[in-house]
Nanobody, 114 residues
């Protein structure tokens, strides 16, 4: 079983920054990639950023140039540095691990005030 523990969410003013972390633990046979998704109230969950095992990254157009995803392979941890935050970034952010199976974290709330 794999567990994903997210941290770093909170309340910040527009223009501010937050850094999310997601640490994976348990029986991990392989990791094809890890990433972040978000879900705002009344909306579907959407991709924010994803980093593949080889290092290739994918970003949603809405966060390009503001968010940076990175990964510490030794720690099985993925980070999301979020800068220039906007009220529309407010959502619950979920960590995802793609390996032999797909695993999700419990989510961390990010709230951006205007």
């Amino acid at each position: 079983q794999v567990q994903l523990v997210e941290s770093g969410g909170g309340l910040v003013q527009a223009g501010g920054s937050l850094r999310l972390s997601c640490a994976a633990s348990g029986t991990i046979f392989s990791i094809n990639g890890m990433g972040w998704y978000r879900q705002a109230p009344g909306k579907q969950r959407e991709l924010v950023a994803f980093i593949a095992s080889g290092g290739a990254t994918t970003y949603a157009d809405s966060v390009k140039g503001r968010f940076t995803i990175s990964r510490d392979n030794a720690k099985n941890t993925v980070y999301l540095q979020m800068n220039s935050l906007k009220p529309e970034d407010t959502a619950v952010y979920y960590c995802k691990l793609v390996g032999y199976n797909v695993y999700w974290g419990q989510g961390t709330q990010v709230t951006i005030s205007s």
